[in-house]
């Protein structure tokens, strides 16, 4: 990696784009059904794109919505507003037109960015009225009084020689939103030195090299690309609904273009590895594979991993939008480990080298100032907190957020409670339990989603399952809500809700369910088509018991 020290535009992660266009200028750095293009050609692009920008009166501190589909303009805009000192306002698409309207106007954008769709919804919708006065398109069918990208970049060329703006570590390099799976969705502030520190932790940890060739399911991660010096290749496919993803186009992908890493959601690995376990074929480049966003069951993994080579890795790297990446654990090792079908939860590995990682009392109130005292012996169920160069500090305007995620240390440190319950092992391994709003408290005790649901995803006709609670704590009664595996849809409802009772009874934390109800499909985040909406469920489930 390059030096970090704070010399000018040295914590921007747009000085690996600029280092790549000197060291490697011929190297494909982007591959996409959009075209394609050099690190020379992306860096040249960008300066480009970023001189055209600034002539409209976009600069340093400019809130800017990017709503442009993955690919080369995706790329080249975001760099250019890096460069600039801009913001770019990243918010997931599928998150709803209420929700997508919030966020547009909690961030208070000057400038909108995006697809043709996306900009005639924001006029029509009245998304960012009376803060954005920059409209820029990507295409000629564009609302009145927008420009075009195109015209946008051919003019910066005009301008002669861009020079980036000088960054700090500290400067806010973007405001990206949450998918709002577990609440609203809220903006997230990254700044140059947390992109930097996670770029760096993703090289160390997956033992990244120079020349590798990223299948880029979520695009985000496609900005890491330049500083781990690999080839990004966008998919064709709608990346707010990876689930839907057609396997053969990233089977023919990982084929012609020998992709050697691939990020890829636990819907979306289910897809191509039920596609690729029904044709027998193999994946012989595959490097390693990742999958975050939800626990990947065992048996996607497993059977991902059959077409993957011996010397091939499948990890489930752990983190959130505030904190990438926390932990991983290979699944080899989370094999030799077991214990997610006895109720146990789901390991997600030791805390990375420079991530801090507590677990402390569980809690739905502010915590003030961090105490020693907080912290719970190993073993012991509670809420996840980290802390480190990769963590975020702060949401954007969300003061009582802040009050209920994060604790400040006596010293001034800010350390982020994720909102998720597990617990330390004997060896400093986390159990992941599942999320703090997603517990059941009953009169006979607490119970948590994660450990529950890993004793029934095991019967062979649950393709998931989901603890939902009916009625308020403390005096919740748990349902255990399933969706079944394609070939037992037809199966005896009654002789499959014996068989889950069966299961329950014979592990302590399961004894007291009784109820279980079979759902058509469950409803999911827009980002991963993965994390379960038990809100929904549970409302769902309500209804089915009257």
């Known amino acids: 990696m390059e030096d970090s020290s704070d010399s000018s535009q040295t914590q921007s992660i747009a000085r690996h784009l600029a280092a790549r266009s ?12 959009g075209g394609n293009l050099t690190y020379a050609e992306l860096e040249a692009r960008s300066d480009w794109c970023a001189s055209g920008l600034s002539r409209l009166g976009i600069g340093a501190g400019t809130r800017v919505v990017l709503m442009v589909t ?45 697809i043709p769709k996306a900009a005639w919804a924001a006029r029509i919708l009245g998304w960012g009225r009376g803060s954005v006065r920059i409209w820029i398109c990507t295409r000629r069918r564009r609302p009145p009084g927008s420009s075009i990208l195109a015209r946008v970049i051919e003019d910066g060329r005009s301008l002669g020689r861009f020079q980036p703006v000088a960054l700090r570590g500290d400067d806010m390099a ?38 590798e060739v990223d299948l880029a399911t979520f695009p985000l991660f496609a900005l890491f690309d330049p500083a781990l010096r690999m080839t990004t290749v966008f998919p064709k496919m709608d990346f707010s609904r990876p689930g839907s993803v057609d396997p053969r186009r990233i089977v023919s992908l990982i084929d012609e273009l020998r992709i050697t890493h691939m990020f890829g959601s636990p819907a979306l690995l289910d897809r191509v590895g039920r596609y690729a376990a029904e044709r027998k074929l193999r994946f012989p480049s595959l490097c390693r594979v990742l999958s975050a966003g939800a626990p990947v069951s065992p048996v996607i993994a497993e059977r991902f991993s059959r077409s993957l080579n011996s010397e091939a890795a499948f990890f ?11 932990s991983s654990i290979s699944l080899a090792e989370r094999n030799r480990l077991g214990g997610t079908d006895e109720g146990r939860g789901v390991c997600i590995g030791r805390p990375l080298p420079g991530v801090s990682a507590a677990i402390i009392a569980i809690s739905d109130d502010p915590v003030p100032e961090w105490s020693d005292s907080l912290l719970l012996p190993s073993n012991v169920i509670g809420e996840l907190v980290v802390w480190g160069a990769n963590v975020s500090k702060e949401y954007f305007r969300r003061p009582q957020a802040d009050r209920l995620a994060k604790i400040v240390t006596p010293a001034g440190e800010v350390r982020h409670r994720m909102g998720d319950l597990g617990y330390f092992d004997g060896e400093r391994r986390i159990w992941f339990c599942g999320r703090k709003s997603h517990r059941v408290v009953t009169e006979q005790g607490t119970l948590f989603s994660v450990c529950c649901e890993g004793v029934f995803n095991r019967h062979p006709a649950v393709f998931r399952s989901a603890l939902v609670g009916i009625g308020k704590p403390p005096r919740q009664m748990p349902a255990i809500c399933v969706e079944l595996e394609a070939q037992a849809r037809k199966a005896d409802r009654q002789t499959l809700q014996g068989e889950l009772r069966e299961l329950a009874l014979r592990h302590e934390i399961t004894r007291g369910i009784e109820v279980f109800l079979v759902h058509p499909g469950f409803p999911v985040d827009v980002r991963h088509n993965a994390k379960i909406a038990r809100e929904q469920l549970a409302a769902w489930a309500q209804e089915q018991l009257g």
């Open 22 to 33: 000197v060291d490697s200028p011929q190297q494909i750095a982007l591959i996409s059904p």
């Open 70 to 114: 993955p690919g080369p303009e995706m790329v080249v805009a975001a760099f250019a507003l890096i460069k600039l000192g801009a913001i770019p306002v990243l918010v997931d698409p599928g998150i709803g037109r209420d929700h997508l309207r919030r966020c547009i106007d909690e961030a208070e954008p000057e400038a909108f960015i995006g």
């Open 174 to 211: 973007a405001i990206v939103f949450t998918s709002g799976s577990t609440g609203p969705p809220k903006g997230v502030i990254y700044t140059h030195r947390m992109f930097s520190a996670q770029a760096e932790l993703l090289r160390r940890a997956f033992d990244i090299h120079a020349g």
């Open 316 to 326: 489930t790297p752990y983190g959130a939008t505030e904190a990438l990446p926390v």
